[in-house]
T-cell receptor
Framework: AQSVTQLGSHVSVSEGALVLLRCNYS??????LFWYVQYPNQGLQLLLK??????LVKGINGFEAEFKKSETSFHLTKPSAHMSDAAEYFC??????????FGKGTRLSVIA | GAVVSQHPSRVICKSGTSVKIECRSL??????MFWYRQFPKKSLMLMAT?????????EQGVEKDKFLINHASLTLSTLTVTSAHPEDSSFYIC?????????????FGPGTRLTVT
């Protein structure tokens, strides 16, 4: 079975500071990994995905994530936080045949 | 491309009534659809997986007689919450996958907020 652990249910950063949201996965097969963002009362928006190509993945809004097999990690980063980045972020794992399994989410707050 | 719609976006119903939520893939054929439920400030929990023309596969702990899923066509799946109660109030999100081309990606609908009074 696949699973995802997101370390830190709430992360707070200052505007302009580095954003780092942690995600570790467990999978018995090569995983596909995703990061989604959810704004209040809205659906999910795909930020980026890893699908066994380049290990450093660039997404929308300046976010990127690096797949590290040795660490079973897929942490999400952004060099400089913006107020509009405040939202809930979900890491998810799947393979070709299984539905996405989500982590518990990390709420990002950005302080002016 | 790969747009998934849900209707309605919000619904309020009285306890004991049934509510139907529609999920449509607008520009692709969804061979598989998934229904998730999200409690306030919580993650998404998979409720069931449905393949077109087949019975849905429910996750452990999900009452199949309460949450009726129909995937009658390649572009439409419905979730009916039968005899709804306040504890069924939640955010329901559908997702669709087009596996015909070997794709793995799931596309998500915007969600339906159900409030049972």
């Amino acid at each position: 079975a696949q699973s995802v652990t997101q370390l830190g249910s709430h992360v707070s950063v200052s505007e302009g500071a580095l954003v780092l949201l942690r995600c570790n996965y467990s999978s018995s097969v090569p995983p596909y990994l995703f990061w989604y963002v959810q704004y209040p009362n809205q659906g999910l928006q795909l930020l980026l995905k890893y699908t066994s190509a380049a290990t450093l993945v660039k997404g929308i809004n300046g976010f990127e994530a690096e797949f590290k097999k040795s660490e079973t990690s897929f942490h999400l980063t952004k060099p400089s936080a913006h107020m509009s980045d405040a939202a809930e972020y979900f890491c998810a794992v799947s393979d070709r045949n299984t539905p996405l399994v989500f982590g518990k989410g990390t709420r990002l707050s950005v302080i002016a | 491309g790969a747009v998934v719609s849900q209707h309605p976006s919000r619904v309020i119903c009285k306890s004991g009534t049934s509510v139907k939520i529609e999920c449509r893939s607008l520009d692709f054929q969804a061979t598989t659809m998934f229904w998730y439920r999200q409690f306030p400030k919580k993650s998404l929990m998979l409720m069931a997986t449905s393949n077109e023309g087949s019975k849905a596969t429910y996750e452990q702990g999900v009452e199949k007689d309460k949450f009726l899923i129909n995937h009658a066509s390649l572009t439409l799946s419905t979730l009916t919450v039968t005899s709804a109660h306040p504890e069924d109030s939640s955010f329901y999100i559908c997702s669709a996958r087009d596996a015909s081309g070997g794709s793995y990606e799931q596309y998500f609908g915007p969600g339906t907020r159900l409030t049972v009074t």
